[in-house]
């Protein structure tokens, strides 16, 4: 941790400012310390370099938390298809919206989406994070002065409503209660920033939601994770041949509109093994999966007042959104 996140954090109970007591600092980084709000006798651990507000969790979020650690210290590499990805996720958002920005980010999980903001300039990065991913997440943005990377439940942000831009990445739908976070978020957004989320879409997953999760909910969420992940392993191989050899080839062609899920599966088509493979692990980890219609995600953002709200379909089988917040809605 930075002791300039000081600027930003903020106690979660209270919203006041937090003293920062270091134990072992490395260069710029508080690798060993706490933090804490005398007003309400709160004091939070600082180890491994990140600040952790999370406590101790149970029940559902317990699990999700280990599942996603789990998967994002196991594939914790940072690829260059990421760049894209991203991009494709957070439109109509560009670059430029990031530079000078202060950004919240909803689970950061490895850090994959964090390192771009931290490239396209962003005065600050907070990146919020459950479970035990922000390690990976704080060794691949250690190089970079401006990110945060911080342990704590995005519906209890430890940090002040100065964000000019909130988004999060196919994390909300993994919530017990997606509005719930979304929500959340965006109270830390000033007048006038904006917030982009990606979730999972109700349409264009029929399969997935009759079939998939039911024996996700009930088999493979409950497997020990190294099980899943061999299990994964075995299922891709019959994917990987059929995007390589089926969806790959026919891509532009219109015989792709024969295969199912083409949108989908020619997207992710050129992406190796690995790839491929920590995402069919993604699927089957999650103990809660939220596959959400456009209409509810688009009565979040009316619910919230948000103005040049954009909810348009992502590879047929998601929705990317984005809004603004008016001026002087927080005031
Ligand atoms: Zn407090």
């Known amino acids: 941790m930075k002791?300039?996140?000081?600027?930003?954090?903020?106690?979660?109970?209270c919203g006041g400012d937090l003293e920062l007591a270091v134990t072992v600092a490395e260069d710029?980084?508080?690798?060993?310390?706490?933090?804490?709000?005398?007003?309400?006798?709160?004091?939070?651990?600082?180890?491994?370099?990140?600040?952790r507000f999370a406590g101790d969790i149970a029940g559902i979020e317990a699990r999700t938390a280990s599942a996603f650690g789990y998967e994002w210290t196991r594939y914790d590499e940072l690829a260059a298809r990421y760049r894209q990805q991203f991009l494709d996720w957070i439109r109509p958002l560009q670059?430029?919206?990031?530079?000078?920005?202060?950004?919240?980010?909803?689970?950061c999980g490895k850090g994959r989406h964090t390192a771009l903001v931290a490239e396209y300039g962003a005065r600050a990065v907070l990146a919020i994070d459950l479970s035990d991913a922000v390690d990976a997440a704080f060794a691949n943005t250690r190089a970079f002065g401006t990110v945060h990377v911080i342990q704590a439940d995005l519906t209890r942000p430890p940090v002040k409503p100065l964000a000019d831009?909130?988004?999060?990445?196919?994390v909300l739908h993994h919530l017990p209660e997606p509005q719930t976070g979304f929500v959340a978020l965006l109270s830390r957004v000033r007048p006038a920033g904006r917030i982009a989320i990606?979730?999972?879409?109700?349409?264009?997953?029929?399969?997935?939601?009759?079939?998939?999760?039911?024996?996700?909910?009930h088999l493979t969420s409950r497997l020990p994770h190294r099980v899943l992940d061999w299990?994964?392993?075995?299922?891709?191989?019959?994917?990987?041949?059929?995007?390589?050899?089926?969806?790959?080839?026919?891509?532009?062609?219109?015989?792709?509109?024969?295969?199912?899920?083409?949108?989908?599966?020619?997207?992710i088509a050129d992406f190796p093994f690995?790839?491929?493979?920590?995402?069919?692990?993604?699927?089957?980890?999650?103990?809660?999966?939220?596959?959400?219609?456009?209409?509810?995600?688009?009565?979040?953002?009316?619910?919230?007042?948000?103005?040049?709200?954009?909810?348009?379909?992502?590879?047929a089988n998601s929705w990317r959104a984005c809004g603004r917040v008016p001026e002087r809605a927080n005031a």
């Open 95 to 107: 670059p430029a919206d990031f530079a000078g920005r202060v950004v919240l980010e909803g689970g």
């Open 274 to 315: 690995r790839e491929q493979r920590s995402i069919v692990f993604d699927h089957l980890v999650a103990p809660v999966a939220h596959y959400l219609p456009r209409t509810e995600v688009a009565a979040w953002f009316e619910r919230a007042g948000l103005a040049d709200v954009t909810v348009a379909p992502h590879n």
């Open 198 to 217: 990606w979730v999972y879409g109700r349409e264009g997953n029929g399969w997935i939601v009759h079939v998939v999760t039911p024996i996700r909910e």
């Open 231 to 267: 299990l994964a392993g075995a299922l891709t191989l019959p994917l990987f041949a059929a995007t390589r050899l089926l969806y790959a080839p026919t891509r532009g062609h219109r015989v792709a509109g024969l295969l199912p899920y083409a949108p989908y599966l020619s997207y």
């Open 28 to 51: 710029a980084e508080v690798i060993t310390g706490s933090l804490a709000c005398p007003p309400c006798a709160r004091q939070w651990p600082i180890h491994g370099g990140v600040p």
């Open 3 to 13: 002791p300039a996140a000081l600027e930003y954090l903020a106690c979660p109970d």
């Open 165 to 170: 831009l909130a988004f999060s990445i196919g």
